[in-house]
């Protein structure tokens, strides 16, 4: 997975390298829910931290019709599950919540269109990995004709999370001047999850849907051509 990361970055900074782009920062709130597949013998429910915000750094390209943008973004998810497992004689209600921290990757192929104030649609992928997570919670067993043990969750929650997450992603923005390099960003982004992620106990699957309202800085740089160009001609 390191390896995708690196070939991502150098293909994203190899395409910028001859072409006006803008190096930026954003922050905003992220508001995401969980699809669970139905399962009338595994039912389970979710409860959300609607505090998620995001914080990504990114590189985009903007002298074309067509621009390349790609960026780097750090994301925190909280979330709690109510889930019974089991069938005739034995099963279980799991009774957990957990907190991870992802890295990811996202690639945008952008559609611009404005002159000075720079209206973009984009669709894209993203390709995360967990960097940390933790879960704490409870896992209730019964069994007949043994008494209901109860086990205790506490620690990493790598084993209920994805190892890696790719999402489809679609997008709008706008950038707009506050002088001649520096530009506010405007973003709202769509994703959803393309890989279902399997519930630990349960014989049900979920997918992450997510929508991010963002607002960012971003600095422009000159098209290194043109300077060179200008510089040759005196």
């Not at 996202?106 to 940390?132: A, M, N, Y």
């Amino acid at each position: 997975m390191k390896r995708v990361f690196l070939t991502i970055i150098l293909f994203a900074i190899s395409s910028t390298s001859f072409c006006q782009f803008q190096l930026g920062i954003k922050t905003g709130y992220n508001w995401f829910k969980i699809l669970q597949s139905d399962n009338y013998y595994h039912p389970s429910s979710f409860s959300y931290d609607k505090s998620s915000i995001p914080i990504s750094v990114f590189v985009c390209q903007r002298n074309h019709l067509v621009n390349l943008s790609f960026e780097l973004e750090f994301l925190n998810r909280s979330y709690s599950v109510s889930e019974y497992w089991g069938g005739l004689g034995s099963g279980g209600l799991d009774l957990y919540s957990i907190d991870s921290y992802s890295l990811n990757a996202i690639i945008e192929p952008q559609f611009t269109f404005g002159r000075k104030v720079k209206f973009f649609v984009f669709p894209g992928l993203s390709i995360g990995i967990p960097l940390f997570s933790t879960i704490n919670g409870t896992v209730k067993k019964y069994g007949s004709p043994q008494p209901i043990k109860i086990d205790t969750l506490k620690g990493s929650a790598k084993n209920y999370i994805p190892k890696i997450e790719f999402c489809a992603i679609v997008g709008i923005g706008v950038d707009i001047p506050l002088n001649k390099n520096l530009m506010i960003t405007i973003q709202n982004i769509f994703s959803i999850s393309l890989i279902p992620t399997k519930s630990k106990w349960a014989s049900q699957s979920y997918r992450f849907i997510q929508n991010k309202l963002e607002v960012g800085l971003l600095y422009q740089f000159g098209n290194k051509r043109k300077i060179e160009k200008s510089s040759q001609k005196r």
